[in-house]
């Protein structure tokens, strides 16, 4: 964009626009640039939907508030999050660091996180199950694997080559970052015009700079597992795998790196804790004796860890690896339903 020439036309004549920053024009970045943003949301990739914006709810492991403030999330329609910064004119030396720690905080959030606070964005009356069908809509995929890792989006009027020398690295490393400009004009007739661009990846070599360090082979099979991985509750739902209303058993996976006592002794106090019944629904495939709710799979599991050892989840989990049907693992209940119906297929 640095070369970048802007022509007012009008017939045979053409005049040039004259670039101008926000705050020469007096612009404000909250008032002007992010609603320019939510407004066209495309500005942060193709395929972007805005979850929320100015996200303050943050809380440490130990349950202290952090005085931050997230920009705008978003979401692609894969089901991915995407955390953007946005700065008036140039950006400060510290932007990418700061939008890292965003990135990690909201790769912790869950399906009803997310859904809670696109209902807040949604307004008065806005149900949290409102919101949900509103983000599956967008992405039918949905779910809390595809979530994270979140994009991660840096747009401002101008990088300082500590930040895309920074950049540079971090996309090189395989992490999903994105500078993106904006350019303001000032027209022949005095209107404004505003421009925007990927900075990097550049858009064409894209595929070529966010690159893994395996073997593209063992990448394809990677994407493949993750995707597949993503809807094994879809996939027992489609195929009746496990009848309604069967009970389930929580068992904490091997590795997980949690209080098994812990949470053994917090489910044995109450029965009903650890009673789970399966019911056909591909987004909540699990209902609670505790509350006859159903749940996520994910959220559930959250649900449980918080509850038995009262502080808030410091690791990220991944419930088809805590429930059993018949003392099979769900992950490995769907495995081998795909890997039965590749047989019966060959």
């Known amino acids: 964009m640095a070369h970048e020439m802007v022509l007012t036309v ?61 920009d ?38 869950s399906l009803d996180d997310v859904a809670a606070v696109h209902a807040a964005y949604l307004g008065a009356g806005t149900t949290t199950e409102h919101a949900l069908d509103a983000l599956r809509e967008w992405a039918p995929e949905l779910s809390d694997e595809t979530l994270s890792p979140p994009r991660t989006v840096l747009l401002a009027g101008e990088f300082g080559p500590t930040v895309t020398n920074t950049a ?94 812990t949470i053994q002794a917090w489910l044995d106090e109450q029965p009903e804790r650890a009673r789970v019944t399966w019911c056909q629904d591909p987004w909540k495939p699990v209902v609670w004796a505790v509350d006859n709710a159903p749940y996520n799979l994910t959220t559930l599991i959250t649900k449980i860890l918080v509850a038995a050892t009262g502080e808030p989840l410091s690791l990220k989990v991944w419930g088809p690896n805590w429930f059993r049907y018949n003392g099979v693992v769900l992950r490995v209940l769907a495995d081998q339903v795909d890997n039965a119906a590749t047989d019966n297929q060959g």
């Open 168 to 261: 540079l690295y971090l996309v090189e490393q395989g992490i999903d970052l994105r500078l993106v400009r904006y350019q303001l004009y000032r027209l022949a007739n005095q209107q404004l015009a505003l421009s925007v661009s990927q900075l990097i990846p550049v858009p064409e070599a894209e595929e070529f700079m966010v690159r893994p360090k395996s073997s593209p082979a063992t990448q394809a099979q990677t994407a493949a597992a993750r995707k597949k991985n993503a809807s094994i509750p879809r996939r027992l739902v489609e195929r009746k795998i496990i009848p309604e209303g069967a009970p389930l058993t929580i068992a904490v996976p091997g590795g997980a790196e949690v209080d098994q006592e």
């Open 72 to 109: 705008v999330l978003a979401m692609d329609q894969q089901g991915r999050l995407i955390v953007a910064e946005l700065k008036r004119d140039k950006a400060p030396d510290t932007v990418t660091m700061q939008a890292i720690n965003y990135a990690a905080m909201v790769s912790r959030m």
């Open 10 to 70: 009008n017939g045979d004549v053409a005049e040039l626009a004259t670039p101008i920053s926000m705050t020469d024009a007096g612009l404000l970045e909250t008032k002007h640039l992010q609603q320019w943003v939510i407004t066209h949301p495309t500005a942060l990739g193709e395929g972007a939907m805005v979850v929320s914006f100015e996200f303050n709810k943050w809380t440490t492991n130990a349950g202290k508030s952090i005085a931050d403030r997230l």
